[in-house]
């Protein structure tokens, strides 16, 4: 899969999934059937499928190499996990990511960086994988960066009823010593900068690459559909506070809009990046092949 450079930096993808997975009206709690009607033209077909209605997410890696590291932004969903609240993820066995991975030029001994921006089920799967019935880290010579806080926040949650992802994906990770519990605005190298987007988890955060007129912003789940690039303040079911999620999204596209900052997306269709133009009281979110 080819990528792109930014600055004397490659980007890359893994994609693990693409196709149509949520009903809009469900996934946007206040997202009317009038607004929706009047966005379908521009949605369809690429963030919106005709003929089933739902959105079309991606679920996918964002690889970033430098002259001195290979980083993994998120691991999407993983295989053999339990996930039976998410049917479509649960169980799976899938050869596409690691397929994928091997496309770039990659093997599991190659990643030094693993950069979770949050951890939910769909970020987190491939920090582990099963052998020998045990989850051990997928990526044995990598170091794990997560965020102290975000951590804390899910060993809390996880104290009061079991939150499998955590369980099968983050502390297996934390047990076998690879993980690095960071502040929210840690720097993992020159140029690569962890930034606290609060809202859809309480520490949810981005990763900016490069700086100036190089610069890309790996936005997680700060954002998950164009639709809510033209209403910032669409938040989506799962967020923590959906009021500081609206927040926070406005204030990033404003500032990505106003300097013209490559927005990498963990979710919205291929190519998944786009720099965004005002668009009304929002954003339209052009993307870049």
């Known amino acids: 899969m080819t990528g792109f450079e930014i600055g004397g930096i490659t980007v890359q993808r893994i994609l693990e999934q693409e196709g149509p997975l949520f009903d809009p009206l469900t996934f946007f709690p206040t997202l009317t059937k009038d607004v929706l009607e009047e966005n379908r033209a521009w949605l369809e077909p690429a963030a919106l499928d005709p003929a089933t209605g ?29 996930r039976p609240a998410h049917p479509f993820w649960n169980r799976l066995r899938g050869e596409a990511y690691m397929r994928g991975l091997a496309a770039l030029g990659l093997s599991v001994d190659d990643i030094d960086v693993v950069m979770c921006t949050h951890m939910h089920v769909d970020h987190v799967g491939w920090n582990t994988r099963l052998e020998n019935g ?31 992802p955590f369980i099968d994906s983050v502390l297996p990770v934390v047990e076998a010593g690879r993980a690095d519990m960071v502040a929210d605005d840690h720097a993992i190298a020159e140029d690569i900068r962890l930034e606290p987007t609060p809202g859809h988890t309480p520490h949810h955060v981005a990763l900016r690459v490069g700086r100036g007129d190089h610069e890309a912003l790996f936005t997680g789940d700060l954002i998950h559909s164009p639709l809510q690039a033209r209403y910032p303040e669409l938040s989506m079911r799962a967020d923590f506070d959906p009021a500081q999620a609206a927040a926070t999204r406005r204030r990033v596209l404003e500032c990505a809009c106003e300097a013209r900052t490559l927005l990498c997306f963990a979710h919205f269709p291929s190519p998944s990046r786009a720099r965004l133009s005002r668009s009304g009281s929002g954003f339209r979110a052009e993307s870049v092949g």
């Open 54 to 82: 739902k959105l079309v997410l991606a679920i996918q890696s964002w690889v970033v190499r430098t002259r001195h590291h290979t980083i993994l932004v998120d691991t999407c969903v993983g295989n053999d996990k339990d």
């Open 134 to 164: 045990r989850w051990v880290p997928t990526f044995p010579r990598a170091r794990y960066v997560f965020s102290a806080a975000e951590f804390a926040h899910w060993s809390a949650e996880n104290a009061k009823a079991p939150v499998p």
